[in-house]
């Protein structure tokens, strides 16, 4: 019964149009943004070589696909959050708005299972929405600008050879999605506390810029909380590019988010079963 | 003795200070057409929401099939199809659609969906967008999808609501047609003429309160006064003779027919008074409707 109450919830979000606008604004932005790096970006690129001619002879373009991934991949703080906010409001408010909730919570199937159903959907959605990201970012940037060694800075220089890249990106993808899943359960607990779209929108990006505010900001008191907030993680995908990659450093992140995920899914559950269908 | 498919018993339910139903009690037998009547706001829907789980109650007990809906609402719902208010369906989907995903859930076949499609008479639309639905095509989508499990028990919440006369008609036809067919149906309504039209018993309520429980023929009966029609000339003699009655109320006339207000155990004196005044009488017909006796009951509240 769960794989049918998915299928149902996986047609009702494909069926809207408001979960097509993140797939059409990457499928816009991305080949703009690839097409812009292409044509030259000078300011990017100058800070660039003016970290590395120290201690590097630059000859040609640092610019391949795999750098202008990296570079993109810096949505995941802000831009890609909204997107999959979109639907993650909208899955459980959106029927209360409606009032479909009068045709599907009257029938011999628990809530639970329903909100489990829904969670799932949005999960799914969440990781082809990820998967999307990478084709539009990774597979298009390198068939558009080429492959070549990935430089990557952060504390200091790292160059990664272009066959370790491969691996590398799909291990930030796959950490970006987890941290894309933990901002789609947050919405997903709002949505499950009302009746419209728009709220559990407003309500988990005020708590995302809040948390990347108190994660970034450097005051004695952010720093003392800072470790307590899943925003402070959500910087995990950059440790894919870490050489070695810390494990035990992203399995402590990962127990972090894992442990957000929990709570805000308990939530969820207790306000919906609880919830009266009043629309 | 029929067996009780639907029981409530002492349901309260508040919102804040607001008591929308207050300790309500009664029973539906297998093969009535239940009418549950009573002025917007009276708390029917309030009650409909709490027998099919979607609210929770302050207090008492709903039980369906001897299945306790707080206790076993899956089971106790099974054999129950409802359409609650409005007829809201996912616009954005094709009213085949709509109706495969709640078959899904109730785990019927496809062909269940082109069998109620074609009861409700939108086979041949079943591939529009909900949206692109008038008022009536929703409300009858809407009885779909509630006779998509088959159900035993059919509750439905103003089912007429934003039809027009033709529409209505066939609403009513389609739920007599489904109690034939052995459905026991929970109608509930504001119009008093439907469930005098439709419904073999009814119960009453008003402020969240049971007013009055009983078949509708017997609640008709019970009725102490009744409208009755006089049609008689010359008009203002008639007319003279009724305001010399004393037994008369509320005379009011239209159209050449006079409609006055009068205690049932005096309706065979006006004959005789008309008569005996030497005035030509074509018609005397008592109009006792439901919506009298709901007045007398509820006052001036519909």
Not at chain 1, 227 to 243: E, G, L
Not at chain 2, 194 to 220: F, R
Not at chain 2, 231 to 258: C, M, Q, R, W
């Amino acid at each position: 019964m769960l794989i049918k109450l998915i299928g149902n919830e996986i047609i009702k979000i494909f069926g809207k149009k408001r979960s097509l606008l993140g797939f059409l604004a990457l499928a816009v932005l991305m080949p703009l943004i690839i097409w812009g790096f292409s044509k030259g970006a000078t300011g990017v690129e100058q800070d660039f070589v003016r970290q590395l001619e120290g201690s590097f002879i630059i000859v040609g373009s640092v610019f391949n696909g795999f750098l202008v991934t990296y570079i993109t991949m810096n949505f995941l703080w802000v831009h890609i959050p909204f997107l999959i906010m979109l639907v993650a409001g909208d899955v459980v408010a959106g029927e209360g708005a409606s009032g479909t909730f009068r045709i599907i919570l009257i029938r011999k199937i628990s809530r639970f299972q329903i909100l489990i159903a829904k969670l799932i959907a949005t999960y799914l959605y969440t990781i082809i929405f990820i998967i999307f990201f990478a084709i539009m970012s990774l597979g298009l940037g390198s068939l558009w600008l080429g492959v070549g060694d990935l430089i990557v800075l952060d504390e200091g220089i790292l160059i990664l050879p272009q066959e370790m890249a491969w691996g590398r990106f799909a291990l930030a993808f796959l950490f970006a999605t987890y941290v894309m899943i933990v901002v789609a359960t947050l919405c997903f607990m709002f949505s499950s506390m009302v009746n419209n779209g728009i709220g559990p929108i407003i309500g988990a990006m005020s708590i995302i810029i809040i948390g990347l505010a108190i994660a970034n900001i450097p005051i004695d008191i952010f720093e003392k909380i800072s470790p307590y907030i899943f925003t402070s993680y959500f910087d995990i995908w950059q440790k894919a590019f870490f050489d070695p990659i810390p494990w035990r450093d992203i399995g402590n992140d990962a127990i972090v988010l894992t442990s957000y995920i929990l709570v805000f899914i308990i939530i969820s559950i207790v306000q919906f079963i609880r919830k009266d269908i009043s629309t | 003795m029929s067996e009780v498919i639907l029981s409530i018993k002492n349901l309260s339910k508040s919102f804040g200070k607001r008591k929308a139903v207050d300790n309500l009690s009664f029973e539906i037998k297998e093969g009535e057409i239940f009418g549950f009547l009573g002025p917007n706001g009276a708390g029917k829907s309030t009650a409909i929401r709490s027998m099919l789980a979607l609210i929770k109650p302050d207090e008492g007990d709903i039980a369906i099939f001897d299945k306790s809906v707080r206790k076993l609402k899956n089971s106790a719902l099974e054999h129950v199809g409802a359409l609650v208010e409005r007829p809201d369906f996912y616009e954005y989907l094709s009213a085949r659609r709509n109706l495969s995903l709640l078959a899904a859930m109730d785990n019927v076949s496809k062909k269940r969906v082109e069998e109620v499609l074609k009861i409700v008479g939108l086979a041949d639309r079943g591939d529009d967008k909900v949206k692109a639905f008038s008022q009536g095509m929703k409300q009858r989508l809407g009885i779909a999808q509630a006779l998509l499990s088959n159900p035993k028990l059919l509750i439905l919440d103003e089912p007429t609501n934003g039809l027009d006369p033709r529409g209505m008609k066939e609403v009513r036809d389609l739920i007599r047609k489904l109690s034939q067919d052995g459905i026991t149906i929970l109608l509930s309504s504001h119009i008093l003429h439907e469930v005098e039209q439709v419904c073999t018993s009814m119960a009453i309520i008003n402020l969240g309160k049971l007013i009055k429980i009983g078949s509708v023929h017997d609640l008709l009966n019970e009725s102490d006064s009744s409208i009755t029609e006089i049609k008689a000339e010359p008009l203002e003699k008639v007319k003279k003779i009724l305001e010399s009655l004393n037994y008369i109320s509320d005379i009011a006339e239209s159209d050449g027919t006079f409609k006055i207000r009068i205690a049932n155990k005096d309706l065979k004196h006006i004959t005789r008074e008309l008569i005996k005044a030497d005035i030509d009488v074509s018609a005397i017909i008592p109009r006792t409707s439901l919506e009298d006796y709901f007045l007398s009951l509820t006052g001036d509240s519909i």
